[in-house]
């Protein structure tokens, strides 16, 4: 920069952050190399890198030959100087992002092995907290109700002494309920005492599994990789089918433009959104299954003194040779229910629209909205069991879906607590890890020299969170299938036993965690 010229970009090899910085400049169309190279032919300022390939003038860095005022004005005025700063430390901090995925692994692992020492602690102290909370509320609740309602409440006054006692009466009638609900939860603990043993021993199986077979962690990343693949292609395939239709200018000089199709373009349009669905779904239900299969072989290859095997390859062997068509008919379904939801909110925002401030069509959308969400969760709960079942059977996906929703009626306490109880520990884990992680990717930035030049750690920090938590939330995911295919393993396990004949109590092949609650099964039975 020439004092009296306007600024001219040129190209450096670093960027100065001082007046005084050494850097080398290449030089442009505009600028000479000759000038850079001279000193008194530019005048010198600092900068900020920005994505390590843009360095912005440091309006705090300018010489007095600059009026720092003529520079600093849409910087300083929408705050772009610290989105700047906050970029660059983003940018600067790249390879702490690679340390952050190595260490939330670790941390998931961890996390793992506190699952299998201290489940039945996490467990109890949950119920029990969960019974305290309840006895707390209605003891609250009670203690309101004296002092504003009892006998030394103060005097309403003739006025409202009969609203004041309705509202007692009904807080009384409440804080009655509570305490009901608080003795119907602990008669429900003693009746499921069993069925919270069995899903302690499920949650330590669970943790034994993702231990000793690492290989179960890759299989999120390879799943990821492929379904954003298909993603991008179904997208580029999308825009090129609708480009095929007839493109027009609405308005005489606007950017705008409106794409009109002919009937069957849109038929091959709806045609291609319900593929995206499916094959979306199927390829879910493809990485699940394999997931199964690895588990399930696991399992069933155990015993009391040795552990068993799994085998990833095996379940995309026994996906596409034998059960490839009842993982497509259980996405096929789900795509369905995809399509139904989209239409559903596209025709509520048309009737919404059409008539905004009508109350009932609100009330009526709502209740609509939250049907069919149940209904699809309802769906893939079926469809994640009935593929254990055809990974454990080999049936097809209609008598796999029957049977395994029979199993979960007929031992539903087991699957409620297994989820429930699990659900918490996902909670916990997701944030454990993230958190966790979070803390020591931030640690490495603070402390190591590679990271002198972030200026700020909070921007990477925070970014670094967002990695963590994902991955917490793929390996939680990873846990609550493994846990629902052990389950229905052991009952698989005991029933097997009982078909050939065989005492379930006295058998040796199986995970030695499940040697105690299988009697507690064989005696519920």
Not at 347 to 375: E, H, T, Y
Request: glycine share 6%; proline share 4%; aromatic share 12%.
């Amino acid at each position: 920069m020439r004092a009296g010229d306007e600024p001219r970009a040129v190209c450096v090899d670093t960027c100065p952050r001082e007046v005084d910085a050494k850097f080398e400049c290449h030089g442009t169309a505009k600028v000479p190399k000759a000038d850079c190279d001279t000193p008194s032919a530019h005048i010198g300022y600092g900068t900020n890198p920005l994505l390590g390939r843009f360095c912005l003038p440091n309006v705090d860095k300018l010489p007095k030959e600059i009026d720092a005022s003529k520079y600093d004005n849409l910087v300083g005025q929408f705050g772009l100087d610290d989105i700047q700063e906050w970029t660059s430390d983003i940018y600067e901090a790249k390879r702490a992002y690679t340390y952050g995925i190595l260490t939330c692994i670790v941390c998931t692992l961890l996390y793992a092995v506190l699952i299998y020492w201290f489940t039945p602690l996490v467990v109890w102290v949950s119920i029990i907290a969960t019974g305290c909370a309840i006895l707390g509320l209605a003891y609250t609740m009670q203690n309101y109700y004296n002092k504003a309602y009892g006998a030394n409440a103060p005097d309403p006054g003739s006025g409202n002494a009969n609203a004041q006692g309705k509202t007692g009466k009904s807080l009384l009638i409440a804080t009655y309920c509570v305490y009901g609900l608080a003795a119907f939860y602990f008669i429900a603990v003693c009746c499921l005492w069993r069925a919270i043993r069995v899903s302690v021993a499920i949650l330590k199986t669970t943790a034994v599994i993702i231990i000793r077979n690492l290989k179960l962690l890759v299989m999120p990343a390879i799943s990821t990789v492929v379904t954003l693949s298909w993603i991008l292609f179904a997208l580029n395939s999308l825009g090129y089918l609708l480009s095929s239709g007839e493109v027009t200018q609405p308005k005489h000089g606007s950017q705008m433009k409106s794409i009109t199709l002919t009937q069957e373009q849109k038929y091959m349009a709806y045609v291609h959104i319900f593929a995206f669905f499916w094959v979306g779904e199927l390829l879910q239900a493809l990485f699940s299954y394999v997931l199964i299969c690895g588990v399930c072989t696991w399992y069933f290859t155990s015993t009391s003194e040795t552990r068993g095997t799994l085998s990833i390859s095996r379940g995309f062997w026994w996906a596409f040779r034998y059960n490839f068509g009842s993982l497509a008919f259980g996405s096929f379904i789900l795509a369905v229910v995809w399509i139904i939801r989209i239409t559903f909110e596209i025709m509520d925002k048309q009737i919404k629209q059409a008539d905004p401030n009508n109350a009932v069509v609100k009330v009526v959308s709502g209740c609509v909205r939250c049907c069919l969400d149940c209904f699809h969760r309802f769906v893939k709960f079926i469809n994640e069991n009935a593929y254990i079942q055809v990974a454990l059977t080999g049936d097809s996906f209609c008598p796999s879906a029957v049977a395994a929703f029979i199993l979960a009626l007929k031992n539903a306490a087991t699957f409620f607590i297994t989820n429930g109880v699990g659900s918490l520990i996902y909670l916990l884990g997701r944030f454990t890890i993230a958190l966790g992680n979070t803390f020591i990717v931030y640690m490495m930035i603070t402390n190591l020299d590679e990271f002198d030049e972030i200026d700020n750690p909070l921007p990477p920090t925070a970014v670094v969170f967002v990695i963590s938590f994902m991955m917490a939330t793929i390996f939680m995911d990873i846990f609550g299938s493994t846990s629902l295919a052990c389950l229905q393993c052991l009952y698989a396990d005991v029933d097997i036993c009982n078909q050939n004949g065989k005492d379930p109590i006295n058998s040796t092949a199986r995970p030695k965690e499940m040697t105690a609650v299988v009697s507690m099964l064989v005696d519920h039975k």
